[in-house]
């Protein structure tokens, strides 16, 4: 049995409730996600304690590592508690180098969905976004054709709902008339919020928006205003940043990552700030 969270949950789909304060696994893997952890022990510990917390939603891909940050989490939490939630994204594909290379073949879309399923031990994955963009953002390249290789996977009972990844509005129309859409996952952070519209769009049609990088990710969020925020409500800066997300939209999703279970405990208790208007107005101007 996993704990209660603050932060409330978000339903995107019938059967499909997730924690809005989720976990982003990414930073499991070691160096730049690539190879093994440095502290196995840890990785396994942020895990158990992250679903002991109460977060029922979990971010993975198997290009994490490649390969390793699944096997984390089949060895942390198999058999999985039954309102643990794993959403998986395809797309990619790392070199002998760790380089990440764009793979949206039909072939190597199935594979990935197939290596997905046998390295988390499951027969169906919850979710499993379509990665499209690049390291700067999301293209405008159609996805109709790949978007419907896993629509086809969902007909066949190997994906129960379908998201997107790094796209733009253009992109989910396409992929929306092909099969519904569930998630979608975008860079969105207090200091970077291009896909405001988009945000909106997705809490008026039911779609759980899933912030990437809610803290900056490699190049941390850095803001007098956000540190002046925060130290007069007494809360980090980042647990503020989390907190604003959480209360940008009600169809916000979180999902930060790290590799320390002190660090998740900070993360999680920004569910329970609640920021004054005053605050909330400071921060949108940033």
């Known amino acids: 049995m996993t704990g209660t969270i603050s932060g409330g949950v978000f339903t995107p789909a019938p059967g499909l409730t997730l924690s809005r304060m989720g976990y982003g696994a990414m930073q499991l893997a070691g160096p730049h996600v690539f190879g093994p952890p440095k502290d196995r022990d840890e990785a396994v510990a942020v895990l158990r304690t992250a679903v002991e917390l109460g977060v029922t939603h979990i971010d993975t891909s198997d290009f994490?590592?490649?390969?390793?940050?699944?096997?984390?989490?089949?060895?942390?939490?198999?058999?999985?508690?039954e309102d643990l939630h794993i959403v998986t994204k395809v797309g990619a594909r790392r070199d002998s180098q760790g380089a990440w290379?764009?793979?949206?073949?039909?072939?190597?879309?199935?594979?990935?969905?197939?290596?997905?399923?046998?390295?988390?031990?499951?027969?169906?994955?919850d979710v499993v976004n379509l990665r499209v963009g690049g390291v700067d953002g999301p293209?405008?390249?159609?996805?109709?054709?790949?978007?419907?290789?896993?629509?086809?996977?969902?007909?066949?009972?190997?994906?129960?709902?379908l998201g997107l990844s790094n796209v733009t509005e253009g992109q989910l129309d396409e992929a929306q008339a092909v099969a519904p859409v569930v998630t979608v996952q975008n860079l969105y952070n207090i200091a970077n919020r291009a896909d405001d519209a988009l945000l909106d769009r997705c809490a008026a049609e039911g779609i759980a928006f899933a912030a990437f990088?809610?803290?900056?990710?490699?190049?941390?969020?850095?803001?007098?205003?956000?540190?002046?925020?925060?130290?007069?409500?007494?809360?980090?800066?980042?647990?503020?940043?989390?907190?604003?997300?959480?209360?940008?939209?009600?169809?916000?999703?979180?999902?930060?990552?790290?590799?320390?279970?002190a660090h998740?405990?900070?993360?999680?208790?920004?569910?329970?700030?609640?920021?004054?208007?005053?605050?909330?107005?400071?921060?949108?101007?940033?």
Do not use: C, M
């Open 139 to 161: 293209g405008s390249t159609p996805l109709a054709e790949e978007f419907g290789v896993l629509a086809e996977l969902r007909e066949q009972g190997l994906i129960r709902h």
């Open 264 to 286: 998740l405990r900070e993360n999680v208790a920004a569910a329970d700030l609640v920021l004054p208007a005053d605050a909330v107005a400071e921060l949108n101007a940033v």
């Open 64 to 81: 994490y590592g490649p390969a390793v940050v699944n096997e984390l989490i089949k060895e942390a939490l198999y058999p999985y508690p």
């Open 213 to 261: 990088f809610p803290l900056g990710g490699f190049s941390p969020l850095q803001s007098a205003t956000l540190e002046s925020v925060a130290a007069r409500i007494g809360a980090s800066p980042q647990q503020t940043a989390l907190a604003w997300l959480l209360q940008r939209s009600p169809a916000t999703v979180l999902i930060p990552g790290t590799s320390s279970v």
């Open 101 to 125: 290379l764009p793979s949206l073949e039909p072939e190597s879309l199935r594979q990935q969905v197939k290596d997905n399923l046998q390295r988390l031990g499951l027969d169906a994955l």
